[in-house]
């Protein structure tokens, strides 16, 4: 009797789980097969690649975000960041692409540090980074206080270049999935990098030093962001400092969605990867769906309750 | 002597810092403007704080109630309360009492929203509340679209009514602020949701109803917000599209740099007024010394991060 109930918990929490780290899949899957079923020209090369462009900068944030939300920190400058490293690619990428280089470098060390402070001042990881938010945007404007500036043509041209096979954004998602993946996942670094999230304290006590944890992936987050901000450059060639503050939001949306969770330790890269093209792809959907544009943004509220309703219902436990 | 005290109870307390911080940006515009205009400056940050402190005293309950509790749905709320309530009005001073109640059911409304996708959803509050707003931005852009909707005369006059040289609205804000002080240091209820943010498990095996708790935090803020949405379409001349967005950061960084715990159990109402003059008389400044306005928000940030830098005890 025991044994049958014990059996049968087990044979649920079987299914439970592969319906829960299935869900990011299946949600992008349903919405991809409404998209297609509205407007099948979206299979061609052209259409693949117009659809997905935009989902590769968010595909990047949201990977920065997943590192942070694995160590049980939230960041909320990504969004600024990414806007930043649009401004200085915009500004300087052109003439002077060393200062360019240098700005971003400088950049980088600065979420290295912020990650350090984080650390050894044992601060709240929200208001550091909501502080620093200030700071990229702020730094943006001075940059540049209106929208303009080009992306230099090698970049624009990256953007439009012709993959064989297959349109490059998914070519992209699907070499930074699986980067992600072997990287995290798959590697005794990402165990630790993991570890640091989940049991700092069993990782310190293994020899491991959760401060140099810590400023690797928050030094992997900026990277992530600096790439972020140059796909997205190669995109709209152009800069603005008010480019992608939803990112923000968004990217912490695309990694719960892909199954990340901010108890710390948690992750999935390749469900992050899907996460964020969902989300992207619900703004194509709906204005494929004919939804009026003041309806627009209230529908994609409906949409991440409702893939984030789906994670509720087949979770196994009270976390 | 009295220095030397004052430094410490700085150090104990951060959150005294934001007043001096504030102060030092007055004097600095007084500088600027060679002695002219001080007073009126003041008035004017005092002026547009009121609407800060409101929302960020809202804000305040939600973070107080413990790790993770945040909303983001204040802007979303503000507008659709703002849009709501003066279209019900349309300039009528007799429908002000229904305007009124609009403007705070609807933000009890969205505060009952937030919980039910926090709770019965298990979707953590920071994307339950940024999800909702979403669809509240969507029924503002529906009730009022790309218009301003007038308020009544009567209550563009009231936001700006002074007697005496003062403010009344001001007043009345500073009056909210000091009850809401003694509404968490003294009441039952107060207590509760102070040990629901130090430790809910503890709270609830204690008998507090801890759901409860978190279903008044979010209404409280959503009709903090909806107030406040109500009383700035009234100051700035009507309701408006993207009327909340700078309040969405900055509600929750008044709160913080105001004293109360962003992994909440502590919570301070009248800290709030300090990090408000703050962001306000920022601005004046900026324009004073005709700089760019990026410095603004590099200023924001490093008094965010200085303040913070200094309560090293905060829980991760």
Redesign the interface.
Known sequence: MADTSTALRLAGTGLQSVLRSGLPYLALAAMLAVLIALQPNILSYFGLNLLLKLSIPLILAAYAQMLVIALGDIDLSIGSFVGLVNCVVAVFFGDHLALGLLILAAAVVGYAIMGAVIHLRRLSSIMVTLGMSFVWFGVALLILPNPGGVAPEWLADFARMQAPLMPLPLWLAIVIAVIGHFTLMRSSFGVILRGAGGNPRAIARAGWSILQARLVIYSAAGILGVLSGLVLTAITTSGDPNVAPTYTLVSIAAVILGGGAFVGGIMSPVGTVAGAITLALAGSMLSFLNVPPVWQIGAQGCILVAVLAGRALVRTDSK | MTAMSSATIALRAPWTLNFVAALLIWGLTLVASGGRGGAETLTVALAFSVFTVLAGTGQMFVIAAGP?N?D?SIPAVMTLAAYLSMGVMDGDAALLPLGLAIALGTGVLAGVGNII?IR?????P???T??????????A??AG?EATIKPPQELADFAILKLGGVQILLVLVLALSAFVQLVIARSVFGRYLLAVGQNDRAAALTGIPVWWIRLSCYCLCGAMAGLTGFLLAGFSGGAMLNMGGTYL?ES??VV?LGGTA??GGRANAIGIWGAALFFNLLGTMINAFHL???????????I??FV??L??????
């Open positions: 993770g945040i983001l996708l019965a959803l298990k979707i953590p920071i994307i339950a940024l999800a909702l707003s979403f669809m509240l931005q969507s029924l852009n529906n679209g950061m929750v960084a913080v962003v992994a760019a306005e990026g410095w603004r928000f590099i200023c924001t940030g490093a965010i991060l913070i830098s309560n090293p005890d905060e829980p991760r």
